[in-house]
C-alpha cells in the first residue's frame, strides 16, 4: 500500500539522539550526557512552575513580554529586539526555514551543534560542513565556502561538542568580509560559561550590523533543560520576519514563568559558572593524569579523545557500568572521543575515577 511521501531529502536527516538518562540495572546514574546545569532547577524556578499550573488551561503571553523585558534588563538589550522560542533550537529551525530553502546555501562547521545540519535540510537547503582546524571553526575556510547561493551561516561559540572557542576580534572580522545578504547566527548556548577575556557572546556585532542575530538558552547554567525556552537578539528587520513565522504561543505559561523567575535567583548564574570555571579543569586535568587527551573547552563539559573509535566505544561501556553515561558523538564525526558534562563535585571525582580505572585495566 502506497503511503503519502516527504520530499525526498527529509529521508536523508539522521534524526537527533538525546542523550540517554537511565541505565537498566544500575543503582544509581550519573547523566553527564547533555551539559545541564549542575545544580538542577533553581528554586525560585520551581516555585514559579508550580504556581503556573493553576494558569495551565489560558493560553500563554504570545509576545513573552514579561519574560523579554526581565531579558532585556538582564543584559541591557532593548525587550523589542528579542524574540523567545520554545528552546533556542525553535529558533534555529525558524532562522533556516525563513532564510534557507532550495537554492540557498547555509554552511556550518564540520563538527558543529547536530540541528544546524537538520534544520538546514529541512528547510531544504544544501548544508555545507566545513573542515575545522584543531576541532575549531576555521574561519578563512568557511569564508571560501562562501558562494553567491550562500544565505546563512551558523557558527556556535563555544562549539558542542568540542568546546572551542573563537575569539570575538576573529568573529567581527569574519562578519566584515561575509556579503552583507550572508546572515550569521552566533549560537552562544554555553556563554555564560566562558571564562576567556578574548569572548563575546555576540552583542556587539548585532548592535553594530544589520546580518548578524545572536541565540541564547536557558538549559544549561539556567537549569530549565525540560522546559524548552530560549531566545535570541537580532536586528529589527530579522525580528519582523521570526515573528512572522514563529508558532503564535510557542513558549508555554510555565517556561515563561521559570524563565524570568531563574533570571532573578539571587548568585544562581554567579554559583554555576564559578563551580565550573573550578571543576571544569579539574575534571579535564584528572582524566589527563590517567593518560588520555581532552580538547580545551570553553563550556560546560569536556571532549575527551581515546584516540580510536575501539577505545572509545570500550570507555563508554565501562564508564555505563559503574553508572556513569556520557556522550558518544560519533554522530557529529567524533567516534573516538566521548564528551563529558561537568557535573558536581562529587560526580567529577568519580567519572575521574573511571577513566582512571579503565586506563589501568587497559594497559593490563
Avoid at 538518562?21 to 532547577?41: D, I, M, Q
Avoid at 562547521?109 to 548544508?127: D, E, K, L, N, P
Avoid at 544589520?210 to 531566545?231: P, Q
Wanted: hydrophobic share 45%.
Amino acid at each position: 500500500m502506497n503511503s503519502p511521501a516527504p520530499r525526498a531529502e527529509i529521508l536523508r536527516i539522521q534524526p537527533y539522539i538525546a542523550g540517554e538518562s537511565e541505565l537498566p540495572g544500575a543503582n544509581r546514574t550519573l547523566k553527564l550526557s547533555s551539559n545541564e546545569g549542575a545544580f538542577g532547577v533553581p528554586p525560585a524556578a520551581q516555585a514559579a512552575i508550580v504556581a503556573a499550573a493553576a494558569e495551565a488551561y489560558r493560553y500563554p503571553d504570545g509576545g513573552a513580554d514579561s519574560l523579554r523585558a526581565a531579558l532585556g534588563k538582564r543584559w541591557g538589550l532593548d525587550p523589542a529586539r528579542i524574540v523567545c522560542g520554545a528552546g533556542s533550537d525553535d529558533l534555529l529551525y525558524q532562522f533556516c526555514l525563513s532564510y534557507g530553502g532550495p537554492g540557498r546555501d547555509i554552511i556550518m562547521s564540520a563538527h558543529g551543534f547536530a540541528i544546524y545540519h537538520i534544520a538546514g535540510t529541512y528547510a531544504g537547503s544544501r548544508v555545507i560542513k566545513v573542515p575545522e582546524r584543531n576541532l575549531t571553526a576555521d574561519l578563512d575556510a568557511m569564508l571560501a565556502a562562501v558562494s553567491p547561493a550562500t544565505r546563512l551561516i551558523l557558527l556556535a561559540n563555544p562549539n558542542n561538542p568540542t568546546g572551542s572557542m573563537v575569539p570575538a576580534e576573529d568573529v567581527a572580522r569574519f562578519r566584515a568580509a561575509l556579503p552583507p545578504e550572508v546572515l550569521l547566527v552566533l549560537d552562544a548556548a554555553y556563554a555564560e560559561y566562558v571564562t576567556h577575556p578574548a569572548y563575546d557572546a555576540g552583542i556587539k556585532l548585532v548592535d553594530s550590523t544589520a546580518n548578524t542575530v545572536m541565540t541564547r538558552t536557558f538549559s544549561k547554567v539556567f537549569g530549565l533543560g525540560g522546559m524548552r525556552i530560549g531566545w535570541c537578539y537580532a536586528p529589527p528587520a530579522i525580528v519582523d520576519v521570526l515573528n512572522r513565522v514563529r508558532g503564535p504561543f510557542n513558549v508555554s505559561i510555565a517556561a515563561q514563568a521559570a524563565a524570568i523567575a531563574a533570571l532573578g535567583e539571587p548568585g544562581w548564574v554567579e554559583k554555576g559558572c564559578a563551580h565550573n570555571a573550578e571543576y571544569r579543569p579539574k575534571l579535564a586535568a584528572g582524566i589527563e593524569a590517567a593518560g588520555l587527551k581532552v580538547w580545551p573547552s570553553e563550556a560546560n563539559f569536556v571532549l575527551v579523545d581515546l584516540a580510536t573509535t575501539q577505545a572509545a566505544d570500550a570507555a563508554d561501556a565501562f564508564l555505563r557500568t559503574n553508572g556513569i553515561i556520557v556522550r558518544k558523538v560519533g554522530g557529529y564525526g567524533l567516534p573516538h572521543c566521548l564528551r563529558v558534562t561537568v557535573g558536581t563535585a562529587e560526580e567529577v571525582d568519580l567519572v575521574v575515577d573511571a577513566f582512571t580505572e579503565f586506563t589501568r585495566q587497559a594497559r593490563g
